[in-house]
């Protein structure tokens, strides 16, 4: 089967609607078509300022939410980054080929070195997308000669850039030292691609960014989930219809209604016609609730089996190693460094 790899940073103490949308609920499908591996990127979540018991603690809590959400060890691997280091060796030699200019085009850097507080922005936060390269091609060793496939990464519309720059420097480095790398296809859903925040519609939902009222944790309380819902930003008029320029608070909800319920957005404009944003926004948040809830449930379960948890980490760091060795040892040849012997 073809092979897809995506990773998710724990950089907050739950996942989000929009990640669940954007990717997650796309690993949990793809594991039964594709050879998938899937990673919690904590390399990625120390560009910004970050307290390392915190970041211990979610690492364990994004692995158990990955697992209650269905991701099977059996079928997935699931591994943390940190544990192995080919990804920040390989990140190294990408950004020997990375323009200056190139990585200063990237929007995500833009928008959250403006974020940063007092301390500052750091050359990690900048060379983020270079990391983020080398985590796909390792897993993206297949010899165009030999006619491998296009390694599949499903990801929110947020990392359209940076997966457009991952080709480049792929297509870049097989044309510098032979052909390595196939570069690899974003896969990007239909319709969910960016959830945006309730407080905010223009601006995407995010962990580090969102306020708590503007996020859905996925593993919020029911109650509270409910009335951040019923308190999401609309619009003065009443109708529940989609138009992302006028009536972007709607037009998100409706796009997270229909992506969870199945329902196309012209029945449920239909359905709700003429009955206010009120019963729309209530069955919402029980569509939401119904998703999450039985997610939430099984989490807490799997954070009172640690050991469960270092076992499926521990395999998932075999696996995702012997890849990732194997292509290194492909790179180092190619690059041109001596062999230990
Ligand atoms: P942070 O604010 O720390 O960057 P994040 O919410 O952006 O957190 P990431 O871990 O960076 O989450 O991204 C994980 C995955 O979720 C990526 O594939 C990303 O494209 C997707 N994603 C993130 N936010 C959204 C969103 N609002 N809508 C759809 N997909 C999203
Ligand atoms: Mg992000």
Not at 40 to 55: M, Q, R
Not at 183 to 190: C, G, K, R
Not at 198 to 221: C, F, N, T, W
Request: charged content about 25%; proline content about 6%; overall charge negative.
């Amino acid at each position: 089967p073809p092979r897809v790899l995506s990773g998710i940073q724990p950089t907050a103490d739950s996942f989000h609607l929009g990640n669940y949308l954007g990717a997650l609920r796309q690993w949990v499908s793809m594991q039964d078509t594709h050879d998938a591996f899937y990673c919690v990127v904590d390399l990625h979540a120390i560009t910004v300022e970050h307290d390392p018991a915190l970041l211990r603690r979610r690492t364990k809590v994004a692995v158990a939410q990955l697992l209650a959400m269905g991701l099977d060890p059996d079928r997935a691997t699931v591994f943390v980054q940190s544990h192995v280091p080919e990804h920040a060796e390989l990140a190294w030699v990408l950004g020997c080929l990375t323009g200056f200019g190139e990585a200063q085009r990237m929007t995500q850097f833009k928008d959250k070195s403006s974020k940063q507080g007092t301390g500052g922005t750091t050359v990690g936060l900048f060379t983020y997308p270079v990391l983020q390269a080398a985590d796909i091609l390792l897993y993206s060793p297949d010899p165009i000669a030999e006619g491998g496939r296009a390694l599949r990464v499903p990801v929110g519309e947020d990392q359209r850039q940076h997966l457009e720059l991952t080709r480049t420097l792929a297509q870049r480095f097989n044309h510098r030292f032979g052909d390595t790398f196939v570069p690899p296809d974003a896969h990007i859903p239909e319709g969910a691609a960016k959830i945006t925040d309730l407080q905010e519609p223009d601006a995407k939902m995010s962990k580090s960014a969102s306020s708590p009222q503007g996020i859905i944790d996925v593993l919020e309380e029911p109650g509270p989930m409910r009335k951040k819902i019923m308190r999401a930003v609309t619009d003065t008029g009443t109708e529940v219809v989609y138009d992302e320029e006028k009536k972007a608070g709607v037009t998100n909800l409706l796009r997270i209604f229909s992506a969870l319920e199945g329902s196309s957005v012209p029945d449920l404009e239909s359905r709700y016609a003429g009955s206010g944003y009120g019963q729309f926004k209530k069955d919402l948040a029980q569509v939401v609730l119904d998703t999450f809830t039985p997610i939430r449930e099984r989490t807490l379960k799997l954070l009172d089996d640690e050991e469960r948890l270092d076992r499926v980490l521990a395999l998932g760091a075999e696996r995702a190693s012997g890849v990732a060795t194997a292509t290194m040892e492909t790179v180092r040849e190619r690059v041109g460094f001596v062999g230990r012997g």
